[in-house]
């Protein structure tokens, strides 16, 4: 009986020592030891059920989040840590961390200055200090303060990597190989080391090298997740797409939610030609996150180019626009609701929802452009009487319309004036969507075929380099040809376009946008359009010329407004720029002044005034606003969001 007491008693006390806050905090411990911040959030959460103001358990939860990349709760745990363990500088810095990770970067300056004031030279502060630098866009101060703190601590692994990861994305590829290779020298058998190695390596270009250190991280560490995933994006890259899916599907089985390795299974198959299963793997992949914005344009680019208009394919995945058009129709947000019609409309171009984009034409006071899509579905067939007495009834209201008045159709005449080529190459990749700036140039080519200044022309968007793709712009008769690449990370994407003159391949002008949240591929390709369209000079062309009176092939729509005053300049002599965006005329070419006295949706007309004694003025000359008067592009100041993400997930 004594024995059976004592069993008991020992049970019963191992089961309340299993169930103490310090059992489950030296579990949460261990979890975080092995980077499971899942398990070791539970554990802390456990902790402080038992023990709500258990500092440790408290500190170490704010962590975890942070980790998570749940910012939100982060800062509120790493408050209530600081407010448990006052004056602790570790939990000051996180909180500094987690401070810039939210964008409130003046609240972390304050933070950080306050532990520097402290203490001059504590690591962690120096790095919260750094990365400020980065996401204030402060590249060659967050170098510096690298550099000074690497000379003050020159063994540090993580120092050594941070400053060898900023100054690859600097371009500086000699110097940042020689920072990871002496934190390779001195940290030979670290798994992190090595997969930053390859990560350095692949964004050079160095893709063989970056195999074999991405190899080399997984010798180390086989569950390392990161690195399995950039070994397959390598592999794609390298064109051994049968090898990249066998890695997907690796990953896939280890975690189903994996919408990156679904993503990358999807595109090695429909660069295999095996499109039916890419299609429905990309399919597979939405139902998973229907927000990742690279595998529906790279589903709904395959819908285009696979399928026939009649498809319900169509149908159906057009809805989600459509779906998404009214929502903001309903809060009034007229433009991105246009956008988002426009996006369903070339997936679907029957759809009857045309008769809502015109609507809101309408609305926005262009009569002339509604009529012309209720008319086009009339030739679609998919009119109703509806439509048929609204073609009507508008036919009537604008028979007084500039454009009948000259007896011109703005659908023939109107035309686009600079011809520009949008191109990725091939080098350009994302590690967590391969392929992101083909498929971003791919949604900017569509978003700017409603562009009515810029026509995108029709080639081959994947280039194998720089000198192909100019050799391209240049065969096309191209004026210009843009480069698109993106860096990203889970919240945050930037789009950067280099513009290229394709008469003699100069660089001209940068256009780059960042945003961050639902819709950021979207909302940064929109951005870069409008500073793109923005830097091109209005351009137009002399529709009719006679008693002394002249017609446009611009209007409202492209922002004409009486008493403008071009210049027109004779047809075939306008030259491009080579060292900045825009046109050159002599000022011999200019045969003449057009103020402008009548604007119409989408032509214009005005008096003509010739220059010198002879006539010289004929249709097709060409029509530039005065130099002075042009609006340049104002561009962003961007934090790389990639970049900013490997210094975060560093430790």
């Known amino acids: 009986m004594k024995n059976k007491e004592i069993i008991i008693l020992l049970l019963l006390n191992y089961s309340l020592f299993a169930q103490s806050p310090a059992s489950y905090y030296e579990q949460g411990r261990a979890f975080m030891v092995q980077e499971d911040w899942y398990s070791a959030s539970e554990a802390f959460l456990e902790t402080l059920r038992l023990a709500p103001n258990h500092a440790e358990a408290t500190a170490a939860l704010a962590e975890c989040y942070y980790a998570l990349e749940e910012f939100d709760e982060a800062l509120v745990w790493v408050k209530k840590a600081r407010s448990l363990a006052r004056g602790n500088i570790s939990l000051a810095n996180l909180e500094a961390f987690t401070l810039i990770s939210q964008g409130q970067l003046e609240k972390a300056s304050a933070v950080i200055n306050e532990t ?104 180390y560490k086989p569950d390392f997740p990161a690195a399995h995933s950039l070994l397959a994006n390598l592999r794609y890259r390298t064109g051994q797409f049968a090898e990249a899916s066998r890695l997907a599907d690796e990953a896939i089985a280890f975690n189903q939610k994996d919408i990156n390795a679904w993503y990358l299974k999807g595109m090695a198959l429909q660069e295999t030609g095996r499109l039916a299963e890419a299609r ?139 011809n520009v080529a949008i191109f990725s190459v091939v080098s350009q990749s994302s590690v967590f969507h391969a392929d992101a700036g083909a498929l971003a140039a791919s949604y900017l080519k569509d978003v700017l075929v409603h562009d009515r200044n810029i026509a995108p022309m029709d080639l081959e968007l994947k280039q194998a380099s720089f000198s192909q793709a100019f050799r391209a712009a240049r065969t096309a008769g191209a004026d210009y040809f843009l480069i698109v690449s993106v860096n990203e990370n889970k919240r945050d994407i930037s789009v950067k376009g280099e513009l290229f003159t394709a008469r003699t391949g100069a660089s001209v002008s940068v256009f780059s946008t960042y945003r961050t949240g639902t819709d950021r591929l979207r909302n940064a390709s929109r951005g ?5 369209s923005a830097s091109l000079p209005l351009r137009a062309e002399l529709l009719q010329y006679k008693q002394g009176q002249g017609l446009i092939d611009k209007g409202r729509v492209d922002g004409i407004k009486a008493d403008m005053v071009f210049d027109v300049v004779q047809k075939g002599q306008v030259v491009i720029k080579n060292d900045s965006v825009g046109a050159l005329y002599s000022v011999d070419d200019v045969v003449g002044k057009l103020t402008i006295n009548a604007v119409d949706e989408e032509v214009a007309a005005g008096i003509v005034v010739r220059n010198g004694f002879f006539d010289r003025i004929a249709v097709g000359d060409e029509i530039f606003l005065h130099p002075e008067e042009s609006s340049a592009a104002t561009n962003e100041t961007l934090a790389n969001p990639e970049l900013r993400s490997l210094l975060r997930n560093l430790r």
């Open 528 to 532: 870069l359009v409008e500073r793109l």
């Open 116 to 219: 520097l004031v402290r203490q001059p030279y504590n690591k962690e502060a120096l790095f919260a200090a750094s990365e400020l630098d980065l996401a204030r866009g402060r590249m060659g101060d967050a170098v510096q303060r690298y550099r000074d703190a690497v000379r003050r601590y020159p063994d540090d692994r993580r120092l050594l990597v941070s400053l060898a990861l900023v100054l690859g994305s600097l371009g500086e590829t000699e110097q940042a190989r020689g920072y990871i290779e002496r934190a390779l020298l001195q940290h030979p058998d670290d798994y992190r080391v090595y997969y930053y190695a390859a990560y350095l390596d692949a964004t050079a270009d160095a893709l063989d090298s970056a195999i074999y250190y991405a190899e080399k991280a997984l010798f």
């Open 280 to 418: 429905a793997v990309f399919s597979g992949a939405l139902a998973i996150d229907p927000n990742d914005e690279f595998i529906r344009i790279a589903f709904e680019d395959r819908i285009i180019k696979d399928t026939n208009l009649e498809d319900p394919l169509r149908a159906r995945w057009a809805a989600f626009h459509f779906d998404h058009a009214r929502a903001y129709k309903r809060q009034n947000l007229s433009e991105q609701a246009l956008f988002e019609y426009r996006r369903g409309l070339r997936i679907n171009p029957y759809a009857k929802d045309r008769k809502e984009y015109a609507d809101i034409l309408k609305l926005q006071g262009y009569p002339a452009r509604y009529v012309e899509e209720l008319r086009f579905m009339q030739e679609l067939g998919i009119a109703d009487k509806t439509v048929d007495d609204a073609v009507e009834a508008y036919n009537a209201l604008l028979a007084d319309a500039l454009a009948r008045q000259w007896e011109a159709d703005p659908t023939t005449n109107v035309k686009k004036h600079w």
